[in-house]
T-cell receptor
Framework: DQQVKQNSPSLSVQEGRISILNCDYTNSMFDYFLWYKKYPAEGPTFLISISSIKDKNEDGRFTVFLNKSAKHLSLHIVPSQPGDSAVYFCAASVGSNYQLIWGAGTKLIIKP | ETGVTQSPTHLIKTRGQQVTLRCSSQSGHNTVSWYQQALGQGPQFIFQYYREEENGRGNFPPRFSGLQFPNYSSELNVNALELDDSALYLC???????????FGPGTRLTVT
């Protein structure tokens, strides 16, 4: 029972263009969503989060959009840079519950 | 400021054996969470410790146990190892917040 799904195992984007990573969830109780980035041989690094009371949150080149009716969120990276090449995970939780439910990840490759 | 460290980096064990993995949390963090990440999947929450007490547990059997020490470092113990326990084990520390979890690089456990 995958409550958080990232259906694209990989994504290739030209440097300078927009990268869009998608995530779907099934549990309507989730109300806090996070994106993490992971380089090989390192632990995940927190990128950006969004609460269900918002539909958009921006932090520099990173923007997360939340569509509650569709149970869908996306991470936009503009412009994409070579250092953005990594595996991106979305995760969700119910309120301040400590238990994060993670997607399987999307490997983003930025081409020069 | 010292980040989250984990030891050992890699470990090979035989089915039925017991293993102890260690984690030193980031300075000032009193909460440690442990995750299991199987190949090609996102991390799965095992349990969390807050000020030396278990603060929540995911869907893992009792042979997965843990400890947190007064200095907030932590151990994950797995008894009666099974082949399916082969995974990357991640430790994350935080100051109570779900979002700002700082991950260590992980311990790669192989059970043969």
């Amino acid at each position: 029972d995958q409550q958080v799904k990232q259906n694209s195992p990989s994504l290739s984007v030209q440097e300078g263009r927009i990268s869009i990573l998608n995530c779907d969830y099934t549990n309507s109780m989730f109300d806090y969503f996070l994106w993490y980035k992971k380089y090989p041989a390192e632990g995940p690094t927190f990128l950006i989060s969004i609460s269900s009371i918002k539909d958009k949150n921006e932090d520099g080149r990173f923007t997360v959009f939340l569509n509650k009716s569709a149970k869908h969120l996306s991470l936009h990276i503009v412009p994409s840079q070579p250092g953005d090449s990594a595996v991106y995970f979305c995760a969700a939780s119910v309120g301040s519950n400590y238990q994060l439910i993670w997607g399987a990840g999307t490997k983003l490759i930025i081409k020069p | 400021e010292t980040g989250v460290t984990q030891s050992p980096t890699h470990l090979i064990k035989t089915r039925g054996q017991q293993v102890t993995l260690r984690c030193s949390s980031q300075s000032g963090h009193n909460t440690v969470s442990w995750y299991q990440q199987a190949l090609g999947q996102g991390p799965q929450f095992i349990f969390q410790y807050y000020r030396e007490e278990e603060n929540g547990r995911g869907n893992f059997p009792p042979r997965f146990s843990g400890l947190q020490f007064p200095n907030y470092s932590s151990e994950l113990n797995v008894n009666a190892l099974e082949l399916d326990d082969s995974a990357l084990y991640l430790c994350a520390s935080s100051l109570t917040s779900v979002a700002e979890q700082y991950f260590g690089p992980g311990t790669r456990l192989t059970v043969t």
